[in-house]
């Protein structure tokens, strides 16, 4: 029976009728859809609709719902459910008989729909907050093994500055753990739920939202009916966290490719992560990382399509809110199923070391440093970073590098160039010169991934309550 049939004369066109259901996506909302049931029923219960027998029948009824669907896939292949409530209720009745169409009394799809995407999004969030623990966790691991080796630091893709490894690794975590904590903060207003909003104005019976919220784990009630059935906000809010961390895992594939390139030579492409050519027999692309890349446009796709949904929509509930549920799973799934391979990715990838030191030592990357040996002689500062100019015009004539030049020379520069000028042009000198929380100074990369493993203890800790 359809839950909506009584006022119909005719029959709905079989085209219509496939094309209008949603089951096909959001059965996976079944899990959700019982838990929730069950608070209504329990709060029908306590208001007096139900009585205790009906209520363990009905209880018993979606439990078994619930074991069916694990033990038996066939289960969820229904052609008449229009969507995962009518399925709910379908079964029910099937199981227990009549008594199963008293669960909907006084409730509405349109704020079981809200609440059933409540809870998947907490769930995923989760889910997620774990796996970028996992993540965190082992950059930092791989940022611990860089500390004894220096790269260059890019500006304008040019050659800047060198930094240690480990000081490059540990920006990622930060952008990563930035993720972690803005999901978190959208969880707040995932956790409210909508139960007792009915269809648009309210129940129609007087249910005890508090109980039925506090029963599925929220930390409170939505304060409006018409918003709660019509809000979004939380799946945008979602995929819009997850279309940021999608563009920060984009700049890391898009930066590991360019290490692994052969002009670089910095990564050492992992071959478990990595595919042949079927026709160059030498090649060994980084497919991992080229789809982590193109999968961020899929995912900011799936944040544009539910923001275009949403916009200009009358309240309250209207169909369209039903096509705000596939680019949420989608945005969701392709994010979860990237970020364990991207860890994974992580623990296997090796640093050409010797490389990275190489590039470090050249190119003038220790020219700011340069300027400050003049500036810490009282040169000011600006005739300084000219002075080290002049001397980077001379070494590129020469082909050669500032610490070549012959102190006489330097002197005919400026006169405040002395012997131990070389020293500070040292890689471990200009490293050491960096010396201030969140620099590249070693002792400053090594109590940065101390306090990094703080941060990452309790999402780690929290991971495993959830587990
Ligand atoms: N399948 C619907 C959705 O996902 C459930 C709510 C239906 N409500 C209604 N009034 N037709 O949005």
């Known amino acids: 029976m359809k839950m909506w049939s009584g006022r119909f004369r005719q029959s709905l066109d079989p085209d219509f009728e496939r094309w209008q259901r949603s089951f096909s996506f959001d059965r996976r909302l079944l899990k959700c859809e019982l838990l929730a049931s069950s608070a209504h029923a329990r709060a029908l219960k306590a208001a007096g609709v139900l009585s205790s027998d009906e209520l363990i029948g009905i209880?018993?009824?979606?439990?078994?719902?619930?074991?069916?669907?694990?033990?038996?896939?066939?289960?969820l292949q229904d052609d008449e459910a229009e969507d995962v409530h009518h399925f709910v209720e379908k079964q029910l009745v099937t199981l227990i008989g009549e008594a199963g169409y008293k669960l909907h009394s006084g409730r509405s799809r349109n704020e079981q729909i809200a609440t059933d995407l409540r809870l998947y999004v907490r769930a995923t969030i989760d889910q997620l907050r774990q796996e970028l623990a996992e993540?965190?966790?082992?950059?930092?691991?791989?940022?611990?093994?860089?500390?004894?080796?220096?790269?260059?630091?890019?500006?304008h893709l040019q050659k800047a500055e060198p930094v240690l490894v480990g000081h490059w690794l540990l920006a990622y975590v930060e952008m990563f753990l930035r993720d972690a904590e803005r999901?978190?903060?959208?969880?707040?207003?995932?956790?409210?739920?909508?139960?007792?909003?009915?269809?648009?104005?309210?129940?129609?019976?007087?249910?005890?939202?508090?109980?039925?919220?506090?029963?599925?784990?929220?930390?409170?009630?939505?304060?409006?009916?018409?918003?709660?059935?019509?809000?979004?906000?939380?799946?945008?809010?979602?995929?819009?966290?997850?279309?940021?961390?999608?563009l920060h895992l984009s700049r890391w594939a898009e930066e590991m490719i360019l290490f692994s390139s052969q002009e670089y030579g910095f990564v050492i492409l992992p071959e478990a992560y990595s595919t042949g050519?079927?026709?160059?027999?030498?090649?060994?692309?980084?497919?991992?990382?080229?789809?982590?890349?193109?999968?961020?446009?899929?995912?900011?796709?799936?944040?544009?399509?539910?923001m275009v949904t949403v916009k200009g929509l009358p309240l309250a509930y209207n169909k369209d809110l039903q096509e705000t549920q596939e680019p949420l799973f989608d945005a969701s799934d392709t994010i979860l199923?990237?970020?364990?391979?991207?860890?994974?990715?992580?623990?296997?990838?090796?640093?050409?070391?010797?490389?990275?030191?190489?590039?470090?030592?050249?190119?003038?990357?220790n020219a700011w440093a340069a300027a400050t040996y003049l500036v810490d002689r009282g040169v000011a500062s600006r005739l300084a970073h000219e002075r080290i100019g002049k001397a980077v015009q001379i070494c590129i004539e020469r082909s050669c590098e500032l610490q070549d030049l012959p102190l006489e020379e330097l002197q005919s520069i400026s006169p405040a160039f002395a012997a131990d000028f070389y020293d500070s042009l040292k890689l471990s000198s200009?490293?050491?010169?960096?010396?201030?929380?969140?620099?590249?100074?070693?002792?400053?990369?090594?109590s940065a991934i101390q306090v990094t493993r703080k941060k990452i203890e309790p999402l780690r800790e929290e991971a495993h309550a959830h587990a």
């Open 59 to 75: 209880l018993q009824g979606l439990k078994q719902i619930a074991e069916k669907a694990a033990g038996e896939p066939a289960f």
């Open 135 to 155: 993540l965190c966790s082992v950059l930092t691991d791989r940022a611990e093994q860089g500390t004894d080796t220096a790269m260059p630091a890019y500006t």
């Open 183 to 246: 999901l978190a903060d959208c969880r707040k207003r995932v956790n409210v739920c909508p139960l007792g909003s009915g269809a648009v104005a309210g129940a129609t019976l007087s249910l005890d939202r508090e109980s039925m919220a506090d029963g599925l784990g929220f930390e409170g009630i939505t304060a409006n009916s018409i918003d709660a059935t019509s809000d979004r906000d939380f799946a945008l809010e979602f995929v819009g966290a997850l279309s940021l961390l999608a």
């Open 277 to 306: 050519s079927s026709a160059m027999p030498q090649k060994k692309n980084p497919d991992l990382l080229e789809l982590v890349r193109g999968k961020s446009g899929r995912i900011i796709g799936n944040a544009t399509a539910l």
């Open 337 to 365: 199923q990237m970020l364990p391979l991207v860890t994974g990715w992580m623990k296997a990838v090796e640093f050409n070391k010797e490389r990275m030191q190489q590039a470090a030592m050249s190119g003038f990357m």
């Open 430 to 446: 200009v490293l050491a010169v960096h010396d201030v929380v969140g620099g590249t100074a070693p002792s400053r990369v090594r």
